[in-house]
């Protein structure tokens, strides 16, 4: 094995393309080809070894984990919480600044 390096042309099948089209090698993991990018569309996805058949992946799964990678490079998504906090005093605002006087 390890016949594979960076940046080399193999075919692979382009979820995106649909066809068996030329990729470039983009992640290799222990000598194996991790991850290809279509030279077609520059979709880049794991390497299937040439095998569509199978449907593992959504269709917008590629770039869910693009957004996602995006997302996690800023921060981690911490929900913003949507409940708004109680007031226990009174804002200074709202007191009127005039007493009023009585007629
Ligand atoms: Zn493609």
Do not use: W
Request: glycine fraction near 6%; charged fraction near 30%; charge should be positive.
């Amino acid at each position: 094995m390890g016949a594979f390096r960076l940046g080399d042309e193999l075919d692979d099948y382009c979820t995106r393309c649909h066809l068996l089209t030329n990729h470039s090698v983009v992640a290799i993991v222990e000598d194996a080809v991790k991850k290809v990018r279509c030279r077609t569309c520059n979709h880049e996805h794991d390497y299937r070894q040439g095998q569509g058949g199978q449907k593992k992946t959504k269709k917008a799964s590629a770039y869910e984990q693009v957004l996602a990678s995006v997302l996690a490079g800023k921060e981690k998504e911490a929900p913003v919480p949507a409940a708004p906090v109680r007031r226990r005093t009174r804002p200074a605002s709202l007191t009127p600044r005039r007493p009023m006087r009585p007629r």
